[in-house]
C-alpha cells in the first residue's frame, strides 16, 4: 500500500495534500499488523499441535486481559467514561463489521461461489480488514488534519 501511494501520486508529490500521506507510518504500521500474523502463519504451517496450544493460551490470556482491563477502567473512569464517547462512535464501531459482512457475502453471491466460500470471504472481510484498516487509519494519521497538515485538536 505505501509502494502504491507513493508510486500514483509521485507526479502530485509537491502539493500540501500528498505531504499529508504519512508514507512512513503506514508502512511500520502494516508491518507491525502483518508480521505476527504472518509468524502465525509460520507456526501452523511447521508446527499444528503447537498452534493449537498457542492459540488455546492466547485467546483465554485475552479473554483474562479484557475482563481485567473493563473491570479496571470501569473502577477508575466510572460511567461517565461512557457517557463522554459520542454516540457516532458508538454507531460505527457496530455498523463498520457489518457492513464488511455484508459486503464480502454480496461480493460472494455476485461471483456465484459455494455457500461455505460465501461465509469465508464475509468473515474476512468483516473481520480481519476492518480491523486492519481501523489500526492504519489510528495509528497513522493525526486525529484532525487541515489541509496545511496543522493539527486541529
Known amino acids: 500500500m ?5 508510486l500514483y501520486s509521485r507526479a502530485w508529490i509537491n ?3 500528498v505531504r499529508l500521506l504519512p508514507l512512513g507510518a503506514v508502512s511500520l504500521t502494516l508491518c507491525s499488523t502483518l508480521l505476527p500474523i504472518g509468524l502465525g502463519v509460520l507456526i ?4 499444528s499441535r ?6 488455546k493460551v492466547s485467546l483465554w490470556s485475552l479473554l483474562v486481559t479484557l475482563v481485567i482491563l473493563f473491570v479496571l477502567t470501569g473502577t477508575l473512569l466510572g460511567p ?3 457517557a463522554s464517547i ?4 458508538y454507531v460505527v464501531a457496530v455498523l463498520m463489521p457489518l457492513a464488511g459482512y455484508a459486503s ?7 461471483f456465484h461461489l459455494p455457500p461455505h466460500c460465501k461465509r469465508t470471504v464475509s468473515l474476512e472481510t ?8 481501523t489500526a492504519i487509519l489510528k495509528l497513522t494519521f493525526p486525529p484532525h488534519l487541515d489541509l496545511k497538515g496543522n493539527c486541529l485538536s
Open 2 to 6: 505505501p509502494l502504491c501511494l507513493w
Open 15 to 17: 502539493t500540501p495534500l
Open 44 to 47: 501452523r504451517y511447521k508446527y
Open 50 to 55: 503447537l498452534a493449537d496450544v498457542l492459540l
Open 80 to 82: 461517565e467514561l461512557l
Open 86 to 89: 459520542p454516540a457516532s462512535v
Open 104 to 110: 464480502g457475502y454480496g461480493l460472494a453471491t455476485l
Open 126 to 133: 468483516g473481520c480481519q480488514n476492518v480491523q486492519l484498516c
